[in-house]
């Protein structure tokens, strides 16, 4: 009889793959272990305040927190990509020969933004973790804003090179900051489309760069200005980041906890709203415990896999296109405003997709969809002969769709990355890998393989394709540890804790947690 009943509990615990799951056993005891209010996320102190939540109130609170919310992250996101893509327009204006650059002076200064985005990465995380997240992003807002104006002021390659890894480092927290942002305020079947929301602002911007790159290339060809036309992008660009963080320091909250714009009620209703992301709001103390399983997660290496990968084409592309448009056969000053398009696709691509991806919960399979929309536009801009330069300038506008896969990974790491610390060194090392891609990609673009780049052309197709396959992987892996885990909680040893999602456990951790695909 006693082996009968042993029996039936192996069953219990057996998963759909055939095998008895003594790990996600072990990982349950783990979990039970820190289930404790001395570490407990900062939402358990409001968390039990709320007995009901209407639709009605739902739907008012979710409008509320939409107007306060997206249209910072929207703004200052689109700003941090012109920011950065100001060295592509001041390439065809004249930075290179004002500043004497020779060779590879030029790719270098691509790649040197993300030496100091690299070196700040982790520790930015850490200060997302320790400080207040609005006021800490708002400063770093500032700071960059001024760097870039500093551009302007700059001679050589040495005085270039110098802000422009400052800018780096400066910038290294708003990702990250951002996906935290997100992770606080919205349900996890939100996240992929707010994310796309305010990533594809990315695009808006390479649109409005664009009209003003012409604008002021067409003046300062018509000799209508009194300093250089690359000088006033980058104090056009600088001042305007910095004004907008300075109304971030007074607008954007650092949690719902403290949002100046909600009731006390609205304050427990957006706690409440989250409870099922079992992933809190917030937590300031740092455990080395979460280090080690971000570091021994599968899913953490995949994603750094994943963006090294797909960031050596966005690091190219992004500091070359408009040499590269220029390359077709068209005007510097028509390669200016010929970029612009791209950013609408850029924009149709991330909000569409990310918003399929949450409806019909396969972020992932919209991902790998967008990615294969680049991948036919870079083949387009290889295969065509030079003389079909529309035809090379409509597969220029596909690539565009690139990032919807990087966006894609970022919004999972809000929605299937739980535990503070955890999240935060997950998100460092998605980061320092596209900083690595971004430094490779400039690189590959070399002044001997001018006008046309063919051999930087291969190793996109190249990464491209390796990105589609590493998406599909991620779900793979996914979706059979979704299974592992129903089976699981399905066994006698699974009991809820009380509270649970608000005691800052880890996603391995919590058996209730499901991985978004």
Not at 9 to 16: P, V
Not at 139 to 165: E, P, Q, S, Y
Not at 317 to 324: M, P
Request: neutral net charge; glycine residues 8%; proline residues 3%.
């Amino acid at each position: 009889m006693a082996d009968i009943e042993s029996e039936k509990k192996d069953l219990e615990k057996t998963t759909s793959v055939g095998v008895v799951d003594h790990r996600l056993a072990e990982q349950y005891e783990h979990g039970k272990a820190h289930m404790n209010n001395e570490d407990a996320d900062e939402a358990l102190k409001i968390a039990a305040e709320l007995t009901e939540i209407t639709p009605e109130e739902e739907r008012a609170l979710i409008r509320k927190i939409d107007w306060h919310i997206l249209p910072l992250l929207c703004v200052v996101y689109g700003l941090q990509y012109l920011d950065k893509t100001t060295l592509s327009y001041s390439s065809i204006m004249g930075v290179q020969v004002d500043a004497h650059l020779q060779g590879q002076q030029y790719s270098w200064l691509g790649s040197i933004f993300y030496f100091g985005y690299l070196v700040w990465e982790y520790p930015t995380n850490r200060l997302l973790q320790r400080l207040p997240l609005g006021k800490y992003t708002s400063f770093n807002i500032m700071v960059w804003g001024g760097i870039l104006a500093c551009m302007a002021a700059t001679k050589d390659f040495a005085g270039l090179a110098v802000v422009r890894f400052f800018l780096g480092v400066f910038e290294a927290s708003v990702s990250p900051g951002f996906a935290l942002l997100t992770s606080q305020w919205y349900k996890v079947g939100e996240q992929g489309g707010r994310t796309g929301i305010w990533f594809s602002f990315n695009g808006f911007a390479q649109i409005f760069g664009g009209l003003v790159a012409y604008g002021i290339g067409k003046a300062d060809a018509a000799g209508q200005l009194t300093i250089a036309g690359w000088k006033i992008v980058f104090l056009l660009t600088g001042l305007l980041t910095f004004s907008l963080g300075v109304i971030c320091w007074f607008f954007m909250p650092d949690s719902p906890l403290t949002a100046y714009f909600l009731t006390p009620r609205e304050r427990a209703m957006a706690i409440e709203r989250i409870r099922k992301n079992n992933q809190g709001v917030g937590n300031k103390h740092f455990k080395w415990y979460q280090v080690r399983e971000a570091l021994t997660d599968v899913r953490t290496w995949l994603f750094v896999a994943y963006s090294l990968i797909a960031d050596i084409p966005n690091g190219g592309i992004s500091n070359y296109f408009s040499i590269l448009i220029e390359s077709f056969g068209f005007t510097s000053l028509q390669s200016l405003l010929y970029g612009a398009p791209g950013g609408a696709i850029e924009v149709i691509t991330l909000i569409g997709f990310l918003a399929l991806g949450d409806k019909f919960k396969l972020r992932l399979f919209f991902g790998a969809c967008s990615e294969a929309i680049s991948l036919l536009g870079i083949l387009l801009v290889y295969a065509l002969p030079t003389e079909l330069k529309v035809g090379r300038l409509i597969g220029y506008y596909l690539t565009q769709a690139s990032a919807t896969g990087f966006v894609v990974i970022l919004s999972l790491i809000s929605s299937n990355v739980a535990g503070y610390t955890k999240k935060t060194t997950v998100s460092a090392l998605y980061l320092i890998a596209y900083c690595v891609g971004n430094l490779i990609g400039p690189q590959v673009f070399q002044a001997k393989d001018a006008p046309h780049y063919t051999p930087a052309l291969i190793v996109i197709v190249i990464c491209w394709i390796i990105c589609i396959f590493l998406l599909f992987v991620i779900w793979w892996v996914n979706v059979r540890e979704n299974r592992r885990r129903d089976a699981f909680q399905n066994s006698p040893e699974y009991v809820h804790i009380e509270n649970q999602e608000f005691l800052d456990l880890t996603d391995g951790e919590n058996m209730d947690f499901r991985y978004r695909t």
